[in-house]
């Protein structure tokens, strides 16, 4: 079966210092992998999305990147935080496009609340 | 993209049936419309989804009219445990459209 992790699970960082979520993937092979924010009592915020190795699109300009150095592997990283940059961030994956797999479900991970002081 | 509209929240007892209805009215003809449930400090997690009339499955039915325009989720006999926001999204299985989440329904049930 297939499982996705994200980690770390809980973080606290001052304004200006660098960030690095990593999520990982398990149990299936070139799956469409996504990020997620979702500030305080709203909605999720598509942020990036990627349908295969090194190829990321991003959705909402901002001095967060990501990036797939490997088919099951996607990471979310910043060189200087923001206060703005607070909020619980979801790793989630697809099936690819295309295959018998594929009913456009998300999945998604733990999550993992970043606290920008 | 497929712009939804739900309540934003939602009051109930236990043992009673919810009905959140979403708005769509520019669904495209491929387009499929797809619930999640999502509790605090969690990941959203899939409930159902439907192209039209009626699909049912072990927690939920999904309700679609013949226009598509809308979709109602229904929750029969919801328990304190149900309570989360619900989102309904609509998009192809391919694309982007079925990656946006709007606000969602805040469900509270009550004893």
């Known amino acids: 079966s297939q499982t996705i992790h994200q980690w770390p699970a809980t973080l606290v960082q001052p304004v200006g210092s660098p960030l690095s979520l990593e999520c990982t993937v398990e149990?299936?092979?070139?799956?469409?992998l996504y990020w997620y924010r979702q500030a305080a009592g709203r909605g999720l915020q598509l942020l990036f999305y990627s349908v295969g190795i090194g190829q990321i699109s991003s959705e909402v300009p901002q001095n967060l990147s990501a990036s797939r150095p490997q088919d099951r592997q996607f990471i979310l990283s910043s060189k200087k935080l923001l206060l703005s940059d607070s909020g619980f961030y979801l790793c989630?994956?697809?099936?690819?496009?295309?295959?018998?797999?594929?009913?456009?479900?998300?999945?998604f991970g733990e999550g993992s609340r970043l606290t920008v002081l | 993209l497929a712009k939804t509209t739900q309540p934003i929240s939602m009051d109930s007892y236990e043992g009673q049936e919810v009905n959140i209805t979403c708005s769509h009215n520019?669904?495209?003809?491929?387009?499929?419309i797809t619930w999640y449930q999502q509790f605090p400090s969690q990941g959203p997690r899939f409930i159902i989804q439907g192209y039209k009339t009626k699909v049912t499955n072990e927690v939920a039915s999904l309700f679609i009219p013949a226009d598509r325009k809308s979709s109602t989720l229904s929750l029969p006999r919801v328990s304190l445990s149900d309570t989360a926001v619900y989102y309904c999204l609509v998009g192809g299985l391919t694309g982007r459209r079925a990656l946006t989440f709007g606000s969602g329904t805040r469900l509270q049930v009550q004893p």
């Open positions: 520019n669904i495209a003809t491929n387009d499929y």
């Open positions: 989630a994956w697809s099936p690819r496009p295309g295959t018998a797999s594929n009913t456009g479900e998300l999945f």
């Open positions: 149990g299936t092979s070139n799956p469409n």
